[in-house]
């Protein structure tokens, strides 16, 4: 239909697809047929010697046909693509997920948080935001000890329905999956849900389609869609490491362990009362 639009790999993008050709094939339709008349007017009356122009004082079926055409073509366009819209936009019409993530943009790169081990995301709140915690996962959460966090590329699964709950760090960015016919803007301090059903398997751009700062243009990452198998097999082996991370994190000193031993004894050696 539309050869130039990168292939199509979700459940949505056939409709999608089917909606955008339809606009524009009428929009090249109408364009034309405008085009053509104007041309054929702007030749047919152009000034010759002796030709004397006329008044012309409006004629209501024109003017009532003119409006009306217009408005039942926009009017039907809108009713057509509603469901597509409400499908692709609306809460109310989010799959249940197969597969929940969040992801934030950040000046310039795309970072995503899994739920780990125990499949569920942790609490989170933007007040708890660092650059080392970019969720704002919430510290008291035991939820979200175990989450997984990783930037620039990141795995999904095949035929599976995929949430992902956007936002952004700093400002307005916009998670775009040309492939996936999904686009939509991150937004710092609100979180907005997207979905998607990839239908093929391999490696796909995920860009940055707002205009967000210097380096813009070079803000992506990779979305690597896997079979359900090999996707677990990733998902275990990077649970499995996180894992470990918190055993060795419960067995050494913690840093604040560490300080809160030091600070008494250096106190008291410097107190004047202990010379
Ligand atoms: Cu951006």
Known sequence: MLEYLPYGASTIAPGHDKLFALLYYLSVLIFTLVNVVFLYF?????????????????NNLLEFTWTLLPTILFA?????????WRQMKYASRLPNPDVEIDVVGQAFAWSARYPGADGILGRRHDKFRTANNLFGIDPSDPNGKDDITMTGEFNLPVNKNVVVHLSAVDVLHSFFLPNFRVKQDAVPGSWISVWFNGTRAGKFELACAELCG???????????????ADFNKWMDEKNKAKLA??????????????VAATVPAKSAEQSPATH
């Open 76 to 84: 039907g366009l809108g009713l057509y693509s509603d469901d597509m």
């Open 245 to 258: 991370t918190l055993e060795a994190e419960k067995t050494e000193p913690q840093p604040a362990q560490v």
């Open 214 to 228: 210097s380096g813009h243009y070079n803000m992506r990452a990779v979305l690597n869609m896997q079979s359900e």
């Open 42 to 58: 702007v030749i047919r009356y152009r000034h010759k010697p002796g030709r004397k122009a006329y008044y012309y004082h409006g």
